[in-house]
């Protein structure tokens, strides 16, 4: 089964920073557009930032830009996740996707075709 797997969640305080990892074995990155959405408790998804398969276009969510960057490595099949300057709402659920398309169409849950089982960031003091 084709599925991504996210890693790096945790627990940090606020202003800290993680990097999420994605391992998208069984994918060739080099091909497909890539990136991560969210799931706060209590809230609906929201797109959080893609990337295109050749790493140079990006779109972030204006909640998170500036602040997360994300990245790929297509010789390992690697997305991640640069998050610093985290907030309390912040807090979610992060899931990773893999777009079967070349560029980005967004980095909404619809807009994945392959998605993972999501790891759990919680930002508080």
């Known amino acids: 089964q084709l599925q991504p797997v996210e890693s790096g969640g945790g627990l940090v305080q606020p202003g800290g920073s993680l990097r999420l990892s994605c391992s998208a074995s069984?994918?060739?990155?080099?091909?497909?557009?890539s990136g991560w959405f969210r799931q706060a408790p209590g809230k609906g998804r929201e797109g959080v930032s893609c990337i295109n398969a050749r790493g140079d276009s990006t779109e972030y969510a204006d909640s998170v830009k500036g602040r997360f960057t994300i990245s790929k490595d297509n010789a390992n099949n690697t997305v991640y996740l640069q998050m610093n300057s985290l907030k309390p709402e912040d807090t979610a659920v992060y899931y990773c996707?893999?777009?079967?398309?070349?560029?980005?169409?967004?980095?909404?849950?619809?807009?994945?075709?392959?998605r993972g089982q999501g790891t759990q960031v919680t930002v508080s003091s």
């Open positions: 996707g893999v777009q079967m398309y070349s560029h980005c169409s967004g980095p909404d849950y619809y807009d994945f075709d392959f």
């Open positions: 069984g994918f060739n990155l080099e091909y497909y557009a």
